[in-house]
T-cell receptor, first 115, second 114 residues
Framework: ETGVTQTPRHLVMGMTNKKSLKCEQHLGHNAMYWYKQSAKKPLELMFVYSLEERVENNSVPSRFSPECPNSSHLFLHLHTLQPEDSALYLC??????????????FGPGTRLLVL | GENVEQHPSTLSVQEGDSAVIKCTYSDSASNYFPWYKQELGKRPQLIIDIRSNVGEKKDQRIAVTLNKTAKHFSLHITETQPEDSAVYFCAASGPAEGSYIPTFGRGTSLIVHP
């Protein structure tokens, strides 16, 4: 599948490092999302961008900083992370229709390990 | 905001049996109910969805039913196979401003024993 791509697929970083996750969607969607998925936990919505504007931030610590330069690209900048931030980070995209919900298309995820 | 409850959290069946996963939602205005399957180490992918103007939808061995009055919807898998083993997530969304953002259930881990 090439609809939504994420890089890197795996990342190991120390608590003092700075790294960025990248997501790209080729589906012509106008909304993009970051989710955190920890072992045996549900999908946790982190950030939502619609038409390149942040519309939701679910009380995410400031050590996570999103960036959406255009409707096809989404970044998650990471700095001074904690070991409990180790998880699978999933990007998703969807179309936003004025009156109804739409399917989300997920990327393959970035498996992050913070040492 | 919307709240989605999903049960059971784990479901173990024998190959060939049926499996049913249930979700309830709180916002009566929600109008889109997708189901996603996430195999081990892979991304969640849509397997079936239903909109509020329909009561049931089928696609081969999988079906989804929606009861708007009771605000619950269910995923039915018949003749389960080992490859059906995965985590299944339900979600609800729409139509109010900003409600295209789905609310997900906590997931059901389905194990199909050969």
């Amino acid at each position: 599948e090439t609809g939504v791509t994420q890089t890197p697929r795996h990342l190991v970083m120390g608590m003092t490092n700075k790294k960025s996750l990248k997501c790209e969607q080729h589906l012509g969607h106008n909304a993009m999302y970051w989710y955190k998925q920890s072992a045996k936990k549900p999908l946790e919505l982190m950030f939502v961008y619609s038409l390149e504007e942040r519309v939701e931030n679910n009380s995410v610590p400031s050590r996570f900083s999103p960036e959406c330069p255009n409707s096809s690209h989404l970044f998650l900048h990471l700095h001074t992370l904690q070991p409990e931030d180790s998880a699978l980070y999933l990007c998703a995209s969807s179309q936003t229709s004025g009156s109804r919900g739409e399917t989300q298309y997920f990327g393959p995820g970035t498996r992050l390990l913070v040492l | 905001g919307e709240n989605v409850e999903q049960h059971p959290s784990t479901l173990s069946v024998q190959e060939g049996d049926s499996a049913v996963i249930k979700c309830t939602y709180s916002d009566s205005a929600s109008n889109y109910f997708p189901w996603y399957k996430q195999e081990l180490g892979k991304r969640p992918q849509l397997i079936i969805d239903i909109r509020s103007n329909v009561g049931e939808k089928k696609d081969q061995r999988i079906a989804v039913t929606l009861n708007k009055t009771a605000k619950h919807f269910s995923l039915h898998i018949t003749e389960t196979q080992p490859e059906d083993s995965a985590v299944y997530f339900c979600a609800a969304s729409g139509p109010a401003e900003g409600s295209y953002i789905p609310t997900f259930g906590r997931g059901t881990s389905l194990i199909v024993h050969p």
